[in-house]
């Protein structure tokens, strides 16, 4: 029996033992626990300490440290090798018997669905509505520096990742801190932050955000909302994606290199159309943007909330710190982990600052984001979009679905690299993983909005702490292999093949 088939005949033994409980009362209790346990893992993960009168989250200035010191330390990697980075992506130094199982360009579409979606139109819809318009500013910023972290952790990916008897990659956090640092003589340390870090990312299996959202966009263009239609829309996600993911990360791969571009045309072609539609707005909208930056109502202290905010919206955005985009990047086809590095830093210039730049524009030239209550998330984009073209909610539900979808496929390769390193990664394993990873995206729909970002955000940081420290005692060895790359670039030795 396929996975496939084993899944749906698990849906529907799902389906009848709910129908024969009382479903009421089991989602009251199930709410309840769910919301203090969410509370309990957001007040510790987003404790506060005090610096000079300011309240600062500890967890926020943790992973904005290495995007700052390692900008510095590479020299501003993030922009001398932009445009290298370019040409490496359009196959300018492709060598087709390189080792991998996906072309760069593949690795970065798939990675990119990972990202691109709802930290793009959700977060920077939520941040506006918590923090105001110049959280996007700071969101940009945030964007930037994190090109150095993704080059940083990227590069490790492709260097120590594993290759297995049946030809497919392993790659990834796991990996890279527990080889990388066992080369410096540190192999305790190393295996402890690998562990730590699988450890802390098995529970991200629960990709609830993604099926929530996509959902919301839904229900506001079809106003129906029923936990009938919750229920329904979830085990749809769920099987649609075991229908994908059964096939690997080739499978994986080609939907994403196909999905990612077309999405991302029909979500940009609409929000520049809105954009250009309000023409006449635009300077000021970047003006607020700017100002509401640096001078919110309440003050200094209100400025560092607003970056916390954005801080928070922005990692969620380019996962950078994270770890999570090196395991479809360890894949890629290359002899030169640096090369990938560098193809890697294109992920947050754009999911970060290009898209959720454009999100921003949409909502802030509409003006949707005023007098505004109760309203955040994908029901704010839709409006701001719906202002100006009545439809187009309709659209933005089905790019919605579409971002969301390309997103948990990209996640379920993660999600399977990091169950491997668990549990082992024999096909029996990734079986019971893949039926797992689908049955846990059937609740995101019944979840709110404020509890699936009080799980997630804690989990995301809490997974970045291990990869950090990793990446600290590593960055030295990543200079020298990027000036030994830079320098055989200069002297001829690594040739264009086209």
Known sequence: MSVFHRFTLSVFLFLSLSKAANAQENDTTFTKALSAGANALSDFVFASINIY????????????LPMILLTFYFGFINIRSFKRAFHILRGDYRDSKAPGEVTQIQALATALSGTIGLGNIASVAAAISVGGPGAVFWMVIIGFLAMTLKFAECTLGVKYRVYNADGSVSGGPMYYLERGL???GWGKLGKTLAWSYALLALPSLT???QTNQAYEAVITVTGHNTLTAQLGFGIFIAILTATVIVGGLNTIAKVTSRLVPAMALIYISAALFVILMHAQAIPAAFVTIF????TPEAGAGGMLGVIVIAMQRAVYSTEAGLGTATMAHAAAKTHEPVSEGMVALMEPFIDT?????ITALVIVITGSYIGETGMSGMSLASSAFGSVISWFPWVLALTAFLFAFSTIISWAYYCSKIWGFVFGDTKRSITIFQIVFCFALIPGPIMTLGEVYKVLDSLFFLMAIPNVIGIYLMAPEIKR???NYLDRLKSGKIQKTR
């Open 53 to 64: 009168g300011f309240e600062v989250k500890w967890i926020v200035g943790f992973l904005a």
């Open 182 to 184: 066992q080369a410096r």
């Open 207 to 209: 990709q609830i955000a």
């Open 291 to 294: 100002t509401e930056a640096f």
């Open 353 to 357: 600052i290009v898209i959720c730049t």
């Open 481 to 483: 292999d990027l000036k």
